[in-house]
Every structure is written in C-alpha cells, then in structure tokens.
C-alpha cells in the first residue's frame, strides 16, 4: 500500500430520476437528493484510493459531514472532487466537493477506514 496525502479523484453524475428527493423518499421535489451527493462523495473516495490498495484490503465509510447547499435540477451533471487530505494510521481523512454547472453544490469531509476483507467478513459473520 503506498497511500499519500494529495491523492484525488473527480467522477460525475448525469442526475437522473433515479437521484431525486422524491425518489429516495428524503423530500418530495425532482431534484439532486442529498443521500444521492453523499454517495456520490463515498463512491469518489473510493475511487481515489482503489489503486493503493493491496489485494485483499477494502475501506468502509465510518463518518460523513457535509453541507447541500444548492439544488440541482434533472439532467445537469454533478462533478464530485475528492482529495485525501489525513492519514492516521487506518483512518483516511478526504475533502469533497460536488459542482454543477452553476459552482459548488456541497462540500465537506469524509472518513474511511481501512479494514481487510477476510478479517471483516469474519466479523460479519458472527
């Protein structure tokens, strides 16, 4: 594993009907919903740090704090950037942001935690 601070990602979103409040039952308008954009901020930090992983190791998502600052109608593209920004042993630290054609949509912090596959499936299988 050769992770580093710096390391970023972007992936972009076409919002679809699939990625609306009203769709995901977190409000009632067919707009961008924010349990959309914070997936879409855990899906790019896993992307950032996928090609550092040895084999057999994953991260899981363990804290989120962000803020949805804008909305985004159906059919915009949302661009999310993700950056690690700390290490602390397993515990990886990212930055996010998500845009849209207008600017900065949401913004906040992301922390993954390292774990090994087997070992956490064990654990799963209690």
């Known amino acids: 594993?050769?992770?580093?601070?710096?390391?970023?990602?972007?992936?972009?979103l076409l919002v679809s009907p699939n990625e609306?409040?009203?769709?995901?039952?977190?409000g009632s308008l067919e707009i961008f919903a924010t349990p959309a954009m914070v997936a879409l901020m855990?899906?790019?930090?896993?992307?950032?740090?996928?090609?550092?992983?040895d084999k057999g190791q994953n991260?899981?998502?363990?804290?989120?704090?962000?803020k949805h600052s804008k909305a985004t109608p159906v059919s915009e593209t949302v661009l999310c950037v993700a950056e690690l920004v700390f290490i602390d042993r397993a515990k990886l630290t990212f930055d996010v942001k998500a845009y849209d054609q207008e600017g900065l949509i949401g913004h906040g912090t992301h922390k993954r935690f390292l774990i090994d596959e087997d070992q956490f499936r064990m654990k799963m299988n209690r």
């Open 42 to 53: 855990e899906k790019t930090c896993m992307i950032c740090i996928a090609e550092f992983l």
């Open 20 to 26: 609306t409040a009203a769709k995901y039952g977190s």
């Open 59 to 66: 991260s899981v998502g363990v804290e989120i704090n962000v």
């Open 1 to 12: 594993m050769n992770l580093h601070l710096g390391i970023k990602a972007e992936l972009e």
